[in-house]
């Protein structure tokens, strides 16, 4: 493969294909209030911490970060249990606020489908720290998605996160991208990201029945989803991993 990563804002004739590349996010996903009302006006203000791979002038995958401010009263030093969903809080209030950043956050890494397992998403990760280096920041953090966690939902990500093999890397397969890039394993995020909905929402969102109550196994997510048949709703809150990444 001849990739070329660039910034987002180096290449602007991809600002709208980004949004319109395939990826593997689950559906349910999707429904984050936080992502829905706030990841858009976030990001697109800061195309040049977006970084995009492309092959033959066609877009493969893509990664975003944004700056924030971290050591203001009320937040730092102690990064947020609220992880993801935080971070674009805290970016968003920053950009109308104009105030000045101290901090840079890894968002999210996407890679279209057909080039998975292809090493991209190391190369995206590598491109985000050169990039947040570049900038003149000497970390970058991430509040990362262990991609094999949702193989065991009934495991605490304490217990996951931490997992090592022999050779004392990360279980978890994006976990040891991240720690053989650099980045150290910090703390569990425990409240990242939170979707809730009525029954029928969940149900057209993941195909599946939820016609029990108490907790809920549902594919690609990593811990369960808790139902509630009497007052009709079901909410998912899922754990991150903060890692940090010493540039």
């Known amino acids: 493969m001849a990739i070329h990563i660039t910034t987002l804002a180096e290449r602007p004739e991809f600002i ?32 040049d911490y977006a970084v995009i791979a492309t092959e033959d002038d066609v877009l493969v995958g893509h990664g975003h ?7 203001l009263p009320g937040r730092g030093p102690e990064l947020p249990d609220t992880g993801w969903d935080q971070i674009l809080m805290w ?25 998975q397992g292809n090493g991209l998403s190391a190369l995206l990760l590598n491109a985000l720290r050169d990039n947040a280096k570049s900038k003149g920041f000497t970390e970058l953090l991430a509040p990362v998605r262990p ?10 990500m304490s217990e996951y996160a931490f997992r090592t093999r022999e050779d ?14 650099g980045g150290t394993i910090v703390k569990v995020a425990p409240a990242s990201q939170t979707i809730s909905g009525s029954l029928a929402q969940w149900r057209t969102w993941t195909g599946q029945p939820f016609d029990v109550n108490g907790p809920v196994e549902v594919p690609l997510t990593l811990s369960p989803v808790i139902c509630d048949l009497a007052e009709n709703y079901a909410v998912y809150v899922e754990p991150n991993v903060w890692v940090r990444h010493s540039l």
């Not at 294909?17 to 349910?28: A, K, L, N, Q, R």
């Not at 970060?65 to 050591?71: G, K, Y």
């Not at 991609?147 to 605490?156: F, I, V």
Request: hydrophobic share 40%.
């Open 16 to 47: 709208g294909t980004v949004w319109e590349m395939p990826d593997s996010w689950p559906t349910f996903m999707d429904h984050d209030p936080i992502a829905w009302s706030l990841f858009g006006p976030v990001v697109q203000p800061h195309r």
């Open 65 to 71: 970060s944004v700056p924030f401010a971290l050591n």
């Open 91 to 115: 970016a968003h209030s920053d950009l109308r606020k104009e105030i000045t950043p101290d901090a840079v956050s890894a968002l999210e890494i996407s890679i279209h489908p057909e080039h």
């Open 147 to 156: 991609n094999g966690k949702h193989l065991e939902p009934h495991t605490s």
């Open 168 to 181: 004392g890397l990360p279980a978890d397969p994006w976990l040891r991208v991240h720690v053989r890039a």
